[in-house]
């Protein structure tokens, strides 16, 4: 018995110059334009300048207070001296560029922030070499442009379009080590949409199809990892449809099967890999329904299996 898992497994996670078993020779990716916020911490008019401290008597954070609140530039350390943040406050937002740190006092993320205290233009995140691992666009606190990751030697692992905080344009995903990709394709107002293509580990195609507003839509077929098809059938609104296919990995062919709506409905036959024909009878409603027969891989009847089914159970 072969059910919609076994035929097409659900997705998981056009187009970009990415080809298999091709690295990028780019050049590492450039930070964005950034002017930090001044190191000395500048007088602010009305306020006083006001420092707390760790319990261990470690300076914890500096900056100026007016009226009890936060204003102007703020430096923040941990308990063992490091860096945690540096930028400024108004009306209890951040505000302006801001940098936050992480272990060794490096920075970890760098950006601005805008009147509202909504993260605008592009923010990066630094890895512990100081190298750019993520660039990430905001439209005053909505993400919006290209989202780029990057490995510690500057290859792009992933690139994908946001609109408004959706996505929404071409998107590509690469291994973590940029050598492999791992799926390709279109996105629009936050759903798949046209071919897309999903790679096994190792590079090789694992399934193609299109999409329509984020459902598989049309014919798709998935591949063992030697390149011979699993399976074809069709899908719509992403239930699958019609007459699916499977396929032995040496391209025998194991069954054939009727969908309707998602479900198994209908003739099905299914082969043993000599081609010597293994169960056949009809699905309703995805069980076994009338009659049924099923042989050994010798070809003799197996008489225990074999008789008229109700519902998935054999009657007699």
């Not at 056009?14 to 050049?27: K, N, R």
């Not at 951040?94 to 805008?114: I, L, M």
């Not at 694992?206 to 459902?215: I, T, Y």
């Not at 011979?228 to 007459?243: H, L, N, P, Q």
Request: overall charge positive; hydrophobic content about 35%; aromatic content about 14%.
């Amino acid at each position: 018995m072969m059910n919609l898992a076994q035929i097409c497994l659900p997705l998981a996670l056009a187009v970009f110059p990415f080809h298999q078993g091709q690295q990028q020779a780019e050049d590492p990716p450039t930070p964005p334009p950034f002017e930090a916020p001044p190191d000395v911490v500048p007088e602010v008019e009305g306020a006083v300048f006001t420092r707390f401290y760790h319990d261990s008597g470690a300076l914890a954070r500096e900056g100026y207070l007016k009226d009890g609140v936060r204003t102007g530039v703020w430096k923040a350390w941990d308990e063992s001296g490091a860096r945690l943040y540096h930028g400024a406050f108004r009306d209890y937002r951040r505000v302006g560029p801001w940098v936050v740190y992480g272990k060794g006092a490096r920075a970890t993320s760098k950006g601005y922030y805008d009147e509202q205290g909504l993260r605008h233009g592009v923010w990066a995140n630094y890895g512990n070499r100081g190298d750019v691992r993520l660039l990430v666009r905001y439209d005053h606190g909505v993400q919006d442009g290209a989202l780029e990751r990057f490995t510690r030697g500057g290859l792009l692992v992933e690139r994908t379009i946001y609109k408004q905080g959706l996505k929404d344009g071409a998107s590509v995903r690469m291994s973590t080590g940029a050598k492999e990709l791992l799926e390709k394709g279109s996105w629009a107002s936050g759903k798949r949409v046209g071919p897309w293509e999903f790679y096994h580990p190792g590079g090789a195609l694992q399934r193609s199809g299109s999409f329509v507003d984020g459902r598989e839509d049309g014919e798709w077929v998935r591949y063992f990892q030697n390149g011979k098809r699993e399976s074809i059938g069709r899908f719509e609104a992403g239930r699958a449809v019609g007459t699916w296919t499977g396929y032995f990995k040496q391209g025998e062919r194991r069954f054939v099967a009727e969908f309707v709506n998602g479900v198994q409905e209908g003739a099905y036959t299914e082969w043993w890999r000599s081609g010597q024909v293994k169960a056949k009878g009809d699905y309703k409603a995805g069980v076994y329904e009338g009659p049924w027969q099923f042989w050994s891989a010798e070809g003799q009847l197996d008489a225990s299996r074999s008789g008229r089914y109700s519902k998935g159970a054999l009657i007699q």
